[in-house]
């Protein structure tokens, strides 16, 4: 008998926000705040609003559930200590028009990432995350599980909040729908004592 243990694991968050997209008017507000971003972006590119939209009042109703999941899963998950202050260092609306891509990134500089989704579509791509260390080969394999697979993906569905740790490495395929895939994604840092250093 051979006993099986994951050792290590990396959760995705996903919390269920029905009516909060319509309730603020974000979907038609964020393609908006794209619509007015200087700067240029490429075909192909998907389109940011400006960073600072956590200042903005009309995303403060978001920006408390962002708090309020952050405070439960650094309790409830994590264990971590009480006492941190919970600091979103930047919020931006993105615009994933038809035949754009999210490159695969990660969130420097942060502890915690997420998106919220402003709008569903038949046929969206789903946001996908990679497996930190690839292993350098790949048998082939009868059914993906968490030891096997590579990457893990989740249906992009409006009035859904996710988050996952900065580190964690994502992107999302081509939208090859005629309609642009709205969301809002955040960074969040924690600021007080870390090991052998103050942040
Ligand atoms: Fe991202």
């Given at each position: 008998m051979i006993q099986v243990h994951p050792i290590f694991q990396t959760p995705v968050f996903v919390v269920e926000l029905e009516g909060l997209t319509d309730e603020l008017g974000l979907a038609e507000y964020i393609a908006k705040m794209c619509r007015e971003?200087?700067?240029t972006f490429g075909a192909g590119e998907v389109v940011q609003s400006r960073y600072n939209l956590n200042q903005d009042?009309?995303?403060?109703?978001?920006?408390?559930?962002?708090?309020?999941?952050?405070?439960s899963l650094m309790r409830d998950v994590y264990r971590y200590k009480p006492g941190y202050d919970i600091e979103?260092?930047?919020?931006?609306?993105?615009?994933?028009?038809?035949?754009?891509?999210f490159n695969a990134h990660i969130h420097y500089n942060n502890v915690f990432s997420g998106v919220f989704f402003l709008n569903s579509c038949e046929g969206?791509?789903?946001i996908t995350f990679w497996r930190p260390v690839e292993s350098t080969l790949s048998p082939m394999t009868t059914q993906f599980n968490v030891f096997n697979q590579g990457s893990s993906r989740f249906e992009a569905k409006k009035d859904t909040l996710m988050l996952f740790p900065s580190w964690l490495r994502h992107s999302v395929p081509i939208n090859q729908t005629n309609t642009p895939r709205l969301g809002v994604s955040f960074n969040v840092m924690l600021r007080g004592e870390f090991y052998n250093t103050m942040m």
């Open positions: 971003t200087p700067g009042p009309k995303l403060a109703p978001l920006c408390e559930q962002v708090f309020q999941t952050v405070h979103i260092t930047g919020m931006w609306g993105n615009e994933q028009k038809p035949g754009c891509v969206f791509p789903p």
